[in-house]
């Protein structure tokens, strides 16, 4: 399965245990595909720049190369015209409907408020899991 994860899941993921640790520890696995765009990419950097700032211990940087490396990175062209209410969050929903994906993991309430666009079911991470990783 090609899942998108937003931002907040991704990190939650590499710092915590939980859900979000539960999806990084499937996609370690190669029970799923994580489709990422160069500006996804580029998110998880800057907030990985910004905690690093203020965790002088955290360091995403390892974790972000092993995505470009072993996720799978295309060209997401943007959406003709806004579809979230925060529009930042719109590269998300042009990554998953550029890579073909059906599901992406988030607990923005913007994100969430636009599931079903395109068909691309938006979905927290515990939902995430019940619904597809615990079945499979």
């Known amino acids: 399965m090609r899942v998108v994860l937003d931002t907040?899941?991704?990190i939650s993921g590499v710092f915590f245990t939980?859900?979000?640790y539960?999806?990084?520890?499937?996609?370690?696995?190669?029970?799923l595909e994580l489709i990422l765009s160069p500006e996804i990419?580029?998110?998880y950097g800057r907030v990985g720049r910004e905690l690093a700032a203020e965790f002088p211990d955290v360091d995403l940087v390892p974790w972000i190369e092993l995505l470009a490396v072993h996720g799978k990175t295309l060209e997401a062209p943007p959406l003709p015209e806004p579809v979230c209410s925060d529009p930042d969050d719109d590269e998300f929903l042009a990554c998953a409907i550029a890579g073909r994906v059906e599901v992406?993991?988030?607990?923005?309430k913007?994100?969430?408020r636009a599931s079903g666009h395109h068909g691309i079911a938006v979905l927290r991470p515990r939902e995430f899991i019940d619904s597809y990783l615990r079945s499979s």
């Not at 539960?22 to 029970?31: C, P, Q, T």
């Open 8 to 10: 907040n899941v991704f």
């Open 18 to 20: 939980g859900p979000p």
């Open 22 to 31: 539960e999806i990084l520890d499937a996609w370690r696995a190669d029970r």
């Open 41 to 43: 990419l580029d998110e």
């Open 104 to 108: 992406i993991v988030s607990g923005d």
């Open 110 to 112: 913007a994100l969430l």
